[in-house]
């Protein structure tokens, strides 16, 4: 792993992880406070839903752009949209036009995130996947902890132009790194099924993989309670631990640190052969810490708590991706990436929904964020039970996936990229 750390490849590629975040969180500060201030509360979550909607609704159609298409390039143009719309929003005024702006910019991403991750096993070889992607989501944490500071310092000394200025600015560099890249992740030939048969053939991979399928479910639950502690927590914070804003801002601190602890620390060590346990342990975890914060209500321990949480949700995205990457075969990995993005942030909109319903009842912050706890670990402990009641050899060995058009990954004038051994192909149709 020292060689691939050491690669040009792999360093822009983290780069590009980190900036990615940085510009995400710039965005999403800066229009914020730019929406906010001239229009309602009603204004502001329609921008927070115009910024997620795209990344449910585009997940199939990114998936078979990523796979269809050379993958560094495909990076590089989904960054430099990124750019042009972030450049758009500097000089937007009128609310529709903001809102139709940042569906584009969350368009872009849709597309740029599956792209990113498949890019991981291509430039360190399968068999180092884990610990790059423990990598990269250090550097996207990174970015995430240093975004929100960096947008209310120019904002508040310079405007919310100048934040979204820089926002495009990161996108551009971006750009520049997928072009740098010595890497090619390219199909072989055109894809010879239509349109909605590549779309949905990375969910009939996910389907017919025992392991991806248990994976996935409990992911999509521990996702769905874990973004109902996101609303409740400000609540929490404010009327049980009557910390106000200081305390929600250290809770919420807390919880970034915890995540990049638990990539960098654990999960970049995980064996291959440990993902699945790993991902359903960290979600028994996460939801023990969160229910004990929310049971205990005193501030230290909450946030001793919530680091905690952080970090078993570290662990939780590293295994998931990585998992991907060892269950997957390569010419499927952009579609199953971006149903992956895609249920994740669908599951974030339903969560969002969910809670604010529970508080509005009225439930107490603390009272919502007990329920997401206890939510989190039933859906660890169920897919414990699941993962353990199927067939040794299926928890063992990975599955082989499905014949198809085969994806071709080469490095000009480098090492060859290391591979695992294929395994025997089975027939597998994609639904129509």
Known sequence: MEGALRSRDFRLLVAASGLSALGDELALIALTLKVAATHSGLAVAALLLAGLLPLVLFAPAAGVIVDNYETTRTLAVASAFQ????????????????????????????????ALYTLVPA???????????????????????????????????????????????????????????????RPESAAEEGTKGEARAGLGVIRRDALLTVAFTVFAAVILFAAMDNVAEVFFAQENLMAGAWGYGL???????????????????????????????????LGVAVGAAAAIAV???????????????GVQSVSMRSLIVHRVEDRYRGRVFAAYGGLTNGM??????????????????????????????????????WYRLLPAEVRGTPEPEPPGR??????????????????????VTSDR
């Open 406 to 427: 085969h994806v071709h990954v080469s490095v000009p004038d480098s090492e060859p990229v290391m591979r695992l051994p294929d395994a025997p192909p089975v027939d």
């Open 123 to 185: 430039v360190v070889g399968d068999e180092h996947a884990t610990a790059g992607n423990a990598y990269l989501e250090t550097a996207r944490y990174g970015g995430m902890i240093l975004g929100p500071l960096l947008a209310g310092t120019i904002t508040a000394s310079v405007g919310s132009g100048a934040a979204l200025l820089v926002d495009a600015g990161t996108f551009v560099l971006i750009a520049l790194a997928a072009l740098a890249l010595t890497v090619r992740r």
């Open 348 to 385: 974030q909109l339903v969560a969002i929904a969910i809670a604010g319903g529970l508080l509005a009842v009225p439930l107490s912050g603390r009272t919502v964020l007990m329920i997401g706890g206890i939510g989190c670990a039933t859906a660890g402990l169920v897919g414990l039970a």
């Open 299 to 313: 501030l230290i321990p909450a946030v001793i708590l919530f680091a905690v949480g952080g970090a078993a949700n």
């Open 251 to 285: 809770l919420a601190s807390a919880w970034l640190g915890g995540l990049v602890i638990g990539a960098a620390l654990i999960a970049r060590r995980l064996p291959d052969r440990r993902l699945v346990s790993a991902l359903l342990g960290a979600s028994i975890v």
């Open 83 to 114: 750019a042009m719309a972030a450049v758009g929003l500097v000089f937007a005024t009128g609310l529709p036009v903001i809102l139709m702006l940042a569906f584009l910019l969350g368009t872009g991403l849709a597309v740029a995130n599956p």
